[in-house]
C-alpha cells in the first residue's frame, strides 16, 4: 500500500492517509486494469516482472526457464531477486515482488500457495570421502557421525532435512554441525574441501558431478521437496503475470 | 549495543537504559578479555565467528580459505553470512557479523576498512556468441551492442562495472540491460542460455570454462577491484578474530 502511494509522491499518515491511499490504490489498479486491457486488445505482452526465488531455484533452475520465457517474450523486463525462503515469502507479503518461487511449505493463509515439481535431495562428499568410496546408500543415523555443512536458519533446504532427521527418529541436535553457510555455492566449496558432507538439491551438483569434485549418495528412505509459487491472493493479476504462472506449470511438467 | 544487552534478558528504554547499557557493554568487554587471557595462558583458540561475505567472494573463494582455518582451528565455530555488499556492511554497523569481506569501495568512517587482494573481471559469453568467436580483447563501448545481463543494485559488481563505463566514457544509460539477477551463480545460468553477455569476476566462473559451458573475453582496459575487510573500530578484538585476519592477510599475499 505503502508503496503504491510513493509513486504519487505522497506521504500521508492516520486516518485521512488510509482513505486516501484506498482511493490511490484503487484508480492504480484501474490504470493497470485498463493497461491490461488495452495490451489485450492490441495483442502486446510487454512489461515488468519481479520474480523472487530461494536460492537453489533461482541458481540452478530459473535461468533455463526464464529464457525461454524472455525468447518468447522479448519486450518484457525481468527482475529476479535472490533470498532463502523466508524472505522470499516476506518479499511477497510486502509487495516487493510479483511471484515467489520457494523450497519451503508455506502457511500463510493470506498468500496463494500453488505446488510445483518435486526437487531430490542427496548426500554430498568429497570425492575421497569414506561414504564414497563405499557407495552404498546413506541411512538417517549415519549421518551424525560425520562433521556435516549447513545452510543458516530460514533456509528451506535446512528446514526439509530437520524434518526429514526428525522423521526419521534421528535428533536434529545429534548433528555435527561444524559449520553454518549462507548459499548453496559456499557450502558446495566447504564440502569440496572436505571439511564436512551435507545434504543438496541434486539439481545443484550438476557441474561438480562432471568435474568429479563432489560425489553424491542416495538416502535411505529418499528425501524429496515440492517447489511452491507464492502469490498475493488480492493482487491485480496482470496479463504477463498469468503468462509467467502458465509457462511456469507447463515448464514444471516438463521436468517431471 | 542492544545486542549484548539482548544476553542479560532485559529490554530497557531511555537514560537509563543507555547508562546500565554502557555498563552492560563494559561488563561483556572485561569478560570476553577475561576469557581471551585465559586462553593466551592456555593456548587454547576457539569460540565462535560470523563471518558475512558478499556473494562471489562468499561462494568462490572463502570456502578454501576458511577450509584451511578449520582445519587448523578445529574447536571454533565459524558462520557465513551471504549477501551483497551493502548488505554485508550494514551487517557489520549493525554487529551481526563480526567481519564482513566485500568487492565495492567503502567509505563509512567509523569502519576499519583493509584492502586484500584485487579480483580481476572479464567478459562472460555463452561458447557460441559473436564475440567469442571473434576472440579479441572487448573494448567498453562495444558492450552497448549485445543484450546485458546485470547484477541488481546494491552489488559490488555492478558498481564497479558502471564506474568503469563511466571512466572509459561510455553512459551507462545506454547499455541494453535485458535482465536483473540478484547472484553471479543465476547470472551465469542466463549467460550459459545466451540470453545476454555480462561482466563477471574471474574466479566464479573456472568450473563453467572447464566444461566449456561459457566463455571468456579480457575487457580492454582491463578491468579489476580490491576486495576489502570491513570491520568495527570500535569492538573489542577477540583472540580468535585476530588469528582469522592474520591467517586471511597471509592467505591474499598467497594468492598474488
Known sequence: MTYRIFHLGIEIENTLGEQVSEFAERIFDLYTEMENSVRDLTGEISGALTIGASTTIAEYMLPALLGEFKNQYPDINLRLKVSNSEGIVSMVEHNVIDLGIVEAPVTNKNLIVEVCHDDHLVVVTAPNHELARRGTRVKPA???????????????????????????????????????????????????????????????????????????????????????????????????????????HAYCQRQK
Open 142 to 248: 549415519e549421518l551424525i557421525q560425520y562433521p556435516f555443512v549447513c545452510r543458516e536458519e530460514g533456509s528451506g533446504t535446512r528446514e526439509v532435512i530437520t524434518q526429514y532427521l526428525i522423521d526419521q527418529n534421528v535428533n536434529p541436535a545429534e548433528m555435527n554441525y561444524c559449520m553454518e553457510l549462507g548459499s548453496p555455492e559456499a557450502l558446495k566449496g566447504a564440502v569440496e574441501t572436505d571439511m564436512g558432507i551435507s545434504i543438496l538439491s541434486r539439481s545443484t551438483i550438476v557441474k561438480e558431478l562432471k568435474l568429479n569434485t563432489l560425489a553424491e549418495l542416495q538416502l535411505d528412505p529418499s528425501l524429496s521437496r515440492p517447489f511452491s509459487f507464492v502469490r498475493q491472493r488480492q493482487k491485480f493479476r496482470v496479463r504477463i503475470m498469468e503468462e509467467l504462472l502458465e509457462f511456469a
